[in-house]
């Protein structure tokens, strides 16, 4: 069974950082293109894209979090990971990884996605 469980979660103040974890299960981790979604709840959008990790490590990223985001994996752990700073209000969100095998045409296109997880939410007050 696949799980794909975040955490890291939290409300901070404008400026600040914070690291986002997602524990991957039940899939052959160096196998999967992960990535990293949000979505601001109440507001009916789609899951905007932040960033994106092939299997072989290739990033990419949004424009409005690129200088500020980080994505990375650790293999050992099965663990992805996404470094935060410089943090705004406009960041606030609930944040989603997700996971699909192989190489995909877009690591920022949910639609490639096959796997998610339930969510951790970032709070950024002003």
């Known amino acids: 069974q696949v799980q794909l469980a975040e955490s890291g979660g939290d409300s901070v103040q404008s400026g600040g950082s914070l690291k986002l974890s997602c524990v991957v299960s039940?899939?052959?981790?160096?196998?999967?293109?992960l990535g990293w979604f949000r979505q601001v709840p109440g507001v009916e959008r789609e899951l905007g894209a932040i960033?994106?990790?092939?299997?072989?490590?290739?990033?990419s990223y949004a424009e409005s979090v690129k200088g500020r985001f980080t994505i990375s994996k650790d293999y050992a752990k099965n663990t992805l990971f996404l470094q935060m700073n410089s943090l705004t209000p406009e960041d606030s969100a609930m944040y989603y990884c997700?996971?699909?095998?192989?190489?995909?045409?877009?690591?920022?296109?949910?639609?490639?996605?096959?796997?998610w997880g339930q969510g951790t939410p970032v709070t950024v007050t002003s």
């Open positions: 997700a996971a699909t095998f192989g190489e995909v045409p877009d690591p920022l296109e949910r639609t490639h996605y096959d796997y």
């Open positions: 960033a994106g990790i092939s299997d072989i490590g290739t990033t």
């Open positions: 039940g899939l052959p981790f160096g196998d999967y293109c």
